[in-house]
């Protein structure tokens, strides 16, 4: 099956630093979603973002679906935005189970 | 709109006891997901519906777990018998047939 990659698998900033998250998927998709799982547990969307660029604020997301990969980029980053992030894909099909990377965990240091 | 809600946020029961979870999915989606989240094995997903159908539950761990979807605003995931190491935390999602999935917040199972 489609296997899903995410790195770094954990990363340090100090506030105010800028991050690029990556995540490689072996197969094609027709669907890949960024997630924040927030300290408290809490699955938060990103992003929908089967190819393309989108943006919001501090954040944005890069898919480039015929080389099969993924940035998520923060900018200034804030100790909000510590926790772990998750990139998901579907598989081109009628299988609706989404695939998932096991995570970046991410501490923001004040 | 609420976003997906789920019931009840902590649960702490003793092991034997049958523990019931509740969603109740966004309306208009047509897809309900159950999750599960442990330190050892990340989220896992256990079944997942289309327009109250299950389509597969071939992550349901063992016949203690079933799911129901009696209509389209309301699933429940039962445990019965339940174990120490069914705790972790449950999640319900929701999507339409073709975009994103939302997650509700969560049930934190302990089962002692």
């Known amino acids: 099956g489609i296997q899903v990659e995410q790195s770094p698998p954990d990363l340090i900033l100090q506030e105010g630093a800028n991050s690029t998250l990556r995540c490689n998927f072996s197969?094609?998709?027709?669907?890949l979603q960024w997630f924040h799982q927030n300290p408290w547990g809490q699955l938060i969307n990103l992003f929908y973002?089967?190819?393309?660029?989108k943006q919001n604020g501090r954040l944005s997301a890069t898919t480039v679906a015929t080389e099969r990969y993924s940035l998520l980029y923060i900018s200034s980053s804030q100790t909000t935005d510590s926790g772990v992030y998750f990139c998901?894909?579907?598989?081109?099909?009628?299988?609706?189970?989404?695939?998932w990377g096991l995570g970046t965990s991410l501490a923001v240091n004040p | 709109d609420a976003g997906v809600i789920q019931s009840p946020r902590h649960e702490v029961t003793e092991m034997g006891q049958e523990v019931t979870l509740r969603c109740k999915p966004i309306s208009g989606h047509d897809y309900l997901f159950w999750y599960r989240q442990t330190m050892m094995r990340g989220l896992e997903l256990l079944i997942y519906f289309n327009n109250n159908v299950p389509i597969d539950d071939s992550g349901m761990p063992e016949d203690r777990f079933s799911a129901k979807m009696p209509n389209a605003s309301f699933s429940t995931l039962k445990i019965q018998p339940s174990e120490p190491r069914d705790s972790a935390v449950y999640f319900c999602?929701?999507?339409?047939?073709?975009?994103?999935?939302?997650f509700g917040q969560g049930t934190r199972l302990t089962v002692v």
């Open positions: 998901a894909v579907l598989n081109a099909g009628n299988n609706r189970k989404l695939i």
């Open positions: 197969d094609s998709v027709n669907n």
């Open positions: 999602a929701s999507s339409r047939t073709v975009t994103e999935a939302f």
């Open positions: 973002i089967p190819s393309g660029t």
